[in-house]
């Protein structure tokens, strides 16, 4: 509460048989806030797109110091990405993540301290189970592709039927009926997966 004021002493003396007196110090220099202990943030965690960054502020003082948290994309703040932790994104891929950390205290300079930016950012990784296939191998029949479950959702699936390992041309729906082609062949489906900011 002192901050931006000038402080004073007053002194008074009193004794019996003596008028008491007051006094006064000149004022000094108006008071100024301090500054906080602030060091630079730290974060751990893969640089790749689906990995959680997590973010180490270091000891502020004197405690306690409210902290607050902004993760930078080549420098710019990310909107919304506030937290302790950052799960990334689809935009960060290419790019350097760092993390800003801004202490406040009452009666202190507020301070913010940026880390030291990561790694470029990877492309992530699909999670991608090897499909099945429902139904009875007989001409004319229907297949069912079953795609398993592809992460992290959403993933969008594509299919492609082929017969004998060779694509089969226009079987590109998630069932399939057998033809006469088929016959004495063997069926398979190949699901594709794709996820922008995923392989």
């Given at each position: 509460?002192?901050?931006?004021?000038?402080?004073?002493?007053?002194?008074?003396?009193?004794?019996?048989?003596?008028?008491?007196?007051?006094?006064?110090?000149?004022?000094?220099?108006?008071?100024?806030?301090a500054k906080l202990t602030a060091p630079v943030p730290t974060f751990a965690g893969t640089a790749k797109v689906g990995s959680t960054l997590k973010a180490t502020p270091g000891t502020w003082g004197p405690a306690p110091v409210t902290i607050k948290y902004q993760w930078m994309r080549n420098g710019t703040a990310i909107i919304g990405a506030t937290g302790a932790s950052y799960t990334q994104v689809a935009a960060d891929a290419g790019k350097k993540i760092s993390v800003q950390v801004t202490g406040t205290k009452t009666g202190y300079s507020t301070?913010?301290?940026?880390?030291?930016?990561?790694?470029?950012?990877?492309?992530?990784?699909?999670?991608?189970?090897?499909?099945?296939?429902?139904?009875?191998?007989?001409?004319?029949?229907?297949?069912?592709?079953?795609?398993?479950?592809?992460?992290?959702?959403?993933?969008?699936?594509?299919?492609?039927?082929?017969?004998?390992?060779?694509?089969?041309?226009?079987?590109?729906?998630?069932?399939?009926?057998?033809?006469?082609?088929?016959a004495g062949k063997k069926i398979t489906v190949r699901v594709t997966g794709t996820k922008s900011g995923y392989t």
């Open positions: 509460g002192d901050v931006s004021k000038k402080i004073t002493v007053r002194v008074s003396g009193a004794q019996s048989a003596y008028t008491s007196v007051a006094k006064t110090s000149v004022a000094g220099a108006a008071v100024v806030a301070a913010s301290k940026t880390s030291v930016a990561g790694g470029v950012v990877a492309v992530g990784t699909l999670t991608a189970p090897a499909p099945t296939v429902a139904g009875t191998a007989k001409v004319g029949s229907v297949l069912k592709a079953m795609p398993g479950t592809w992460g992290p959702a959403p993933v969008a699936v594509t299919y492609q039927w082929l017969r004998n390992g060779t694509a089969i041309t226009g079987a590109t729906g998630a069932s399939y009926i057998q033809v006469a082609a088929d």
